[in-house]
Each structure stands twice: as structure tokens, then as C-alpha cells.
């Protein structure tokens, strides 16, 4: 625990200016990040009495060792600075939501040649046109279902797409009426791209427009006695209205509107978003979050708006925003939106009316979403304690681990020989510290050995970050130059932490861009092999185990425990214990070092078995120094198959864009030294399959 005053900055050092604050950890990690309208008046707050500051604060402050400043010229750049460095550098003391599930969103993806429609999660891509997100991919396909008749937009995925064009036959929606089969030429591209824009108009909320032309083109059709053409008109109108049905009208003003509301206690809070469009709600997704710092609604709702906008630009961000109670500067974050969605936003509270009574009902759902995520927590969180008190107990450790890393070795008779690294924090899997190893040393099976060397190397590096950190006195770092420049105050590779200020004047959203680059490895995120647990677990039994504590010994570590747990019996061995220590079969504790265990296993076989199909997947081209995998493809796309590009000449192979003479000349000859491909055999009917798909059979 550290002493707030340590790492105080001296009077006048801080500007009287906005701007965003870093606090770090003796690691370098960053910890905290906030920003202020004065920073002078903002970090005063933090070095206060201890016994006057709120407790989550208190626990920050002491867990900091410094604390550093960057100077911005606007609120708004000061808002857009902090959501930068809070995604890059995922602080521990900071709010961070977490969302509650992975919502489907309805996706057109516009980037294509032939935009196709489908249900898509995840990251959203350029490119592509978003509506949602909605509760259930089901929705989203009963509601593509029903506009298809109107809008037969292209909704097959690329292989389908090809092998019709290929075929010159379309899928059955083409034959039904509810795709236009631009595949095999129904449409031109500019044709087909207009029933894509059309459809995301229509889910845009301009449904009126659509509507009264269909039903005018009916009316003309019923005029000329086309009746058939009249009643398919018909049809489609009612597919279009039940269609609207099933997202019904909440706003009577066709508003383009998002509401947010929040529900918290003294230690989590849940958020609700409902997503209007054209009057009607077009999506609704939930976070939850731990109130690590001290914060407030307000704060909340900041925080929300900036993981909801961050990513997002034009008419993904609305023109209206309702929350429950405005930010602490709401100019600066209007301003702030106003600059994402390229035009003026309201962020309000609505006091009356229809958008004060949908306000009620997304706080219900809020309130609904935290007590539902406290139910399910709490038996979580009484289990996982109950379950490190367990270990501590068993295995003799002073305090319960609450950093436990495990590792195993994975291979197939002795080849592809790897090992992997697994972190669970307070009982849970931290998967971006995750590591993976290849075994270097020495061929074969071995896997004491193996482990020996993974021990070694993965605490080697820990020391290393040690010394450079200066936690250590003697000799300087020796994993990077030490001469390297720091931006900001950060220290020297070799010497102490220190506060201080900033270089001033306007930042861009983004880490340091203020001259000298700050090494990689101070830069705050993540470190590799930086933080030591408190449990070192092995997968297999004594042997391993001695192993790994005598990788320990040898780098003079003796602060970390060490066990193994055998699968065998489910025995965990102990160093230097002749006998091992068994858990009931009903403890907590054992179920969460076979959890470990079984993480640690599966993320290494799935290493394991990656290398093995990607040797088994080797060609003779793999030979030929400087070709990648672009100019790879583009060979074997010209020619068809590593048979055929075998059989041609250099000036044959030079005609590929992106292959010189040179080149062209290296292909050759590792083709015509390449030994032999092994024939490849369908195992069914035991004939041999020549090779024409461009890949090795070896």
C-alpha cells in the first residue's frame, strides 16, 4: 500500500488547465484514468486526508504509485481523450460495462458488390448498415421473412452465391419470388442495390413513403384490371404492415431516439438503452457494471454514452438522447456527440409526455436487470470466495490466491510439442493474459523438461520487468535500450518513479502523441509476464511439479506456491510432499483447480492441434523465402492448383501480378526440388485423389 504523499505532485506543477489524468501502479500499469475542466482543482481532491476520501477512492490512491497529466484544449477533446485511454488500457479502477449478452443485429452489408441482408454479432464492421440490436435473432428473421416479398434483397452467403452463379441455376428463394437472384443475372448490380437501400430506408423508419406508393401502384393495377398484379401488391403491403406490427409505435412524433436509464446501489449498477426509430423501438441492450470509483448517476450516464457513441458516427448516433440525469459538463458532451453524428444532438431529461412515460418503463427494465444480475451474482460471488479460502486452507498459503496461473504441455507423440499459460483472477478466467509457448530446448517428448523450460521462461521474463521497473537496485534493465525517451513523466527504464507535468497544448484522441514515444513496455497496458501470481498451478503430478519449483529455485523466486493436480485421482501435490493433498470431492476449491486445469488444457491443445494442421497443410511454396500468403493465393488462383503452377514456365509464372522475375524464379526451383506430395486417399472407397485443389495431401 502505498503513501499518497510519495507520488504527490509539487505545488504549481499542475495546470489550472483541462485535461486527462493517468494514475499508474508500481508496475506502470495504469489503474485510473479521469478527466477534469482543471486538473489543478481535480488531483487536489486526491491528495486530501485518506480518512476524508470515499473508500473506493481511498483503495486507488493507495494503490497508485504516480500519477500523470496530459493537457487538452477543450472539454470535449478532454472527453474523447478519456474514452481513448480507457479502451486502450482497460483500468482496473475505472467503470467499465459489461454488456449482459451478445445482441443479434439485422446487417446490410452495403461494402459488397451485391449487399446481402443477415443476422450478424460482434464488433460492427465498415461498411456495413446496422438496425438493432434486437432480443432474438428469431425476430430479426421472421421480420427479413415478411419485407422479402417487397424488398428481395440477397440474403445467401458467399459460397451459395458463387456455386449458383457458377451453376447458372438460383437457390430457392429465387425461385419463390424472394430474392432477385442477382447470381445469375435477374438484376443488374445498380439494380440490386437499390432494393438494398430501399430495404434499410424502410428499417430506417420511412415505412409511410413505401406504403402509399405500393398502395397507389395497387389502386392503378385494380384500374387497369390487373388484378393478379393488384392482389401481389396487396400482399406485399400487408407483409410491410405486419412487419411494423411487431415493433409497436411508442412515440407518436416518428422520433429518432435513444433512452437511457440507470438502476444502482452502493456497489453495481445496470443500465437499460432502448433504441427508437421512427417512433417505434428498434432495439434494446443492458449493461452491467461494478461501481469500482466513486461515481455517481451522472458519472454513470457519461460513462454509458461514451461505451454506447464511442465507436459510432452518422446516423448511428441520434438526433435526440434521453437520460435520467445530465453529465457533469452537457455542453461538452452535446458537443461531443454533436461532433460523432455530424450534426446537431439533444441530450436531455424528458420531463412529460410520451418520451417521460417510455422513460418509466426502461427504468423498470433497469431495475428488473440489476436485481436479476444480483441473484445470479451473488451465489457466484459467495461461491468463488468459498472456493479460494479452500485452496488457502489446503495448500498451507497465508492469504486466498487471487491471481492463480496454470500450465500445461500439449503434444502428439512427441511432435508439435507447445504449452500454454492460463490467468484466473478472484476465481475468474482472464483470457487477454492468456500465453501460449513453443518448446525450444530440445526435441521429443519430455515433458518434466517441458515444463521446466516454461517455468523458466515465463519467470524470467517477470524478473526482467522487475529490474527494468527499478523494484530491483542492481544493474540496469536488459530487455530494451535504456535510452529510450519517455513521454509524459514516466520514468527512466532504470530509475524510480516519479510525478511531474506534462508537456502542454492540444492531444488527439489517442495514447501519447506528444513527441518521444513512450516505450512499449511503460506504456500502461497489459504486460506480458509483468504481475506474478499467487498460485502456481501445474497440470500433471510430482515430476511436474518438482519441475516447475525447481525452475523457481534456480531464479531465486521463493514467494510463490506450487502445486500440481494430477488427473489420475484429482490429487494435488505439493513440493517436496511425499503424500498428496486430498480435497473432498465436494469442495469448491477442488472445482476451481479443475477448472484451471481444464482451461489450461484445452487452450493448449487447441494450440497444439492449430500447428499440426498448419504443417500438414505446408506446400512447396511455404520454401520460397519472401512470398506471403497474398502472393501465395494470387498463384494459386492464376493457376488453379500447385500441379499446374509446377508445370509453368517463368515467364507463365511472371504474368501474376505482384510476381517478378526473381521471384518467379525462386517458385521454380522450390517446386522442382519439392520431394513428392504423399497421394492423398478417399478413405471410403480407397481410391487416390489427385491433388487440384492447390493444396498439399502431405
Not at 501474376?656 to 478413405?683: F, H, Q, W
Request: glycine share 8%.
Amino acid at each position: 500500500m502505498a503513501d499518497p504523499s510519495s507520488y504527490r505532485p509539487k505545488p504549481g506543477q499542475i495546470p489550472d488547465s483541462p485535461g486527462v489524468y493517468k494514475f499508474r501502479d508500481e508496475h506502470r500499469r495504469v489503474i485510473y484514468v479521469g478527466k477534469a475542466k482543471s486538473l489543478r482543482q481535480r488531483l487536489a481532491n486526491y491528495f486530501q486526508d485518506l480518512s476524508g476520501l470515499h473508500p473506493r477512492t481511498r483503495t486507488m490512491v493507495t494503490t497508485a504509485a504516480s500519477v500523470e497529466w496530459t493537457v487538452v484544449s477543450t472539454e470535449v477533446e478532454a472527453l474523447q481523450l478519456e474514452y481513448s485511454w480507457i479502451k486502450e488500457f482497460d483500468p482496473r479502477f475505472n467503470v467499465k460495462y459489461r454488456d449482459d449478452k451478445s445482441y443479434p443485429y439485422l446487417a446490410v452489408t452495403l461494402n459488397e458488390e451485391f449487399p446481402r441482408v443477415q443476422v450478424m454479432r460482434g464488433a460492427k464492421k465498415k461498411g456495413v448498415r446496422y438496425f438493432g440490436p434486437y432480443g432474438h435473432a428469431w425476430a430479426i428473421r421472421e421480420t427479413v421473412d415478411l419485407m422479402l416479398r417487397v424488398f428481395p434483397v440477397r440474403t445467401c452467403s458467399a459460397g451459395v452465391f458463387k456455386n449458383a452463379a457458377r451453376s447458372g441455376r438460383p437457390c430457392l428463394l429465387g425461385y419463390i419470388g424472394k430474392c432477385s437472384a442477382p447470381c445469375v443475372g435477374r438484376v443488374t448490380p445498380e439494380e440490386h442495390r437499390e432494393l438494398a437501400d430501399d430495404f434499410c430506408d424502410f428499417m430506417a423508419g420511412r415505412t409511410g413513403t413505401y406504403i402509399r406508393r405500393l398502395e397507389k401502384d395497387m389502386m392503378a393495377a385494380a384500374e387497369e384490371m390487373e388484378y393478379e398484379r393488384a392482389a401481389r401488391l396487396r400482399d406485399d403491403v400487408e407483409a410491410l404492415k405486419r412487419a411494423m406490427e411487431k415493433s409497436a409505435v411508442v412515440l407518436a412524433d416518428a422520433t429518432d431516439a435513444d433512452l437511457i436509464a440507470v438502476a444502482e446501489d452502493e456497489l453495481e449498477a445496470a443500465v437499460q438503452i432502448f433504441h427508437v426509430r421512427g417512433g417505434r423501438v428498434r432495439g434494446q441492450r443492458g449493461w452491467v457494471t461494478d461501481k469500482v470509483e466513486n461515481v455517481d448517476t451522472s458519472g454513470l450516464v457519461e460513462h454509458a454514452l461514451q461505451q454506447l457513441y464511442g465507436e459510432e458516427t452518422g446516423d448511428s448516433v441520434p438526433k435526440e438522447v434521453l437520460v435520467p440525469a445530465l453529465p457533469e459538463d452537457p455542453e461538452a458532451v452535446s458537443q461531443w456527440l454533436a461532433d460523432r453524428r455530424g450534426s446537431q444532438v439533444s441530450l436531455r431529461i424528458p420531463q412529460r409526455g410520451d418520451k417521460k412515460d417510455l422513460m418509466v418503463t426502461v427504468q423498470r427494465n433497469a431495475q428488473q436487470a440489476l436485481g436479476l444480475h444480483k441473484t445470479k451474482r451473488a451465489s457466484d460471488l459467495t461461491t468463488r470466495s468459498r472456493a479460494l479460502e479452500e485452496i488457502a486452507e489446503a495448500l498451507g498459503l497465508d492469504t486466498a490466491p487471487l491471481r492463480i496461473e496454470c500450465f500445461d504441455i500439449s503434444h502428439l507423440q512427441g511432435d508439435d510439442v507447445v504449452a500454454s499459460m492460463v490467468v484466473f483472477e478472484d476465481g475468474l478466467a482472464r483470457k487477454g493474459e492468456y500465453r501460449r509457448f513453443q518448446i525450444k530446448g530440445f526435441e521429443g517428448q519430455d515433458d518434466v523438461r517441458s515444463m521446466h523450460e516454461v517455468i523458466s521462461r515465463r519467470f524470467r521474463r517477470y524478473l526482467q520487468e522487475k529490474e527494468r521497473t527499478g523494484e530491483w537496485e542492481e544493474g540496469p534493465a536488459t530487455d530494451g535500450p535504456a535510452t529510450e525517451a519517455h513521454a509524459l513523466d514516466g520514468p527512466a527504464p532504470d530509475g524510480p518513479a516519479v510525478s511531474g507535468p506534462a508537456p502542454t497544448g492540444p492531444v488527439p484522441a489517442g495514447p501519447e502523441q506528444d513527441g518521444a514515444a513512450e516505450p512499449r513496455e511503460d506504456d500502461g497496458r497489459p504486460k506480458r509476464f509483468a504481475y506474478p501470481p499467487q498460485l502456481l498451478v501445474v497440470d500433471g503430478g510430482q515430476p511436474q511439479v518438482a519441475a516447475a519449483k525447481r525452475a523457481l529455485d534456480e531464479l531465486g523466486i521463493d514467494d510463490i506456491a506450487v502445486c500440481g493436480l494430477a488427473k489420475r485421482l484429482e490429487e494435488v501435490w505439493l513440493p517436496d510432499d511425499d503424500d498428496p493433498v486430498v480435497l473432498p470431492r465436494s469442495s469448491e476449491g477442488l472445482y476451481l483447480l479443475q477448472r484451471v486445469r481444464d482451461e489450461a488444457h484445452r487452450f493448449a491443445i487447441t494450440y497444439q492441434r492449430a500447428k499440426r494442421a498448419k504443417r500438414i497443410r505446408s506446400s512447396p511454396l511455404d520454401a520460397v523465402a519472401g512470398l506471403g500468403e497474398t502472393r501465395k493465393q494470387a498463384l494459386i488462383k492464376h493457376f488453379g492448383s500447385v500441379k499446374k503452377l509446377k508445370q509453368a514456365t517463368i515467364d507463365e509464372i511472371c504474368e501474376v501480378p505482384g510476381i517478378g522475375r526473381r521471384t518467379a524464379e525462386s517458385v521454380a526451383v522450390a517446386l522442382a526440388t519439392a520431394a513428392p506430395a504423399t497421394p492423398a486417399v478417399n478413405t471410403a472407397t480407397g481410391e487416390i485423389i489427385e491433388e487440384d485443389d492447390g493444396g498439399s495431401t502431405t
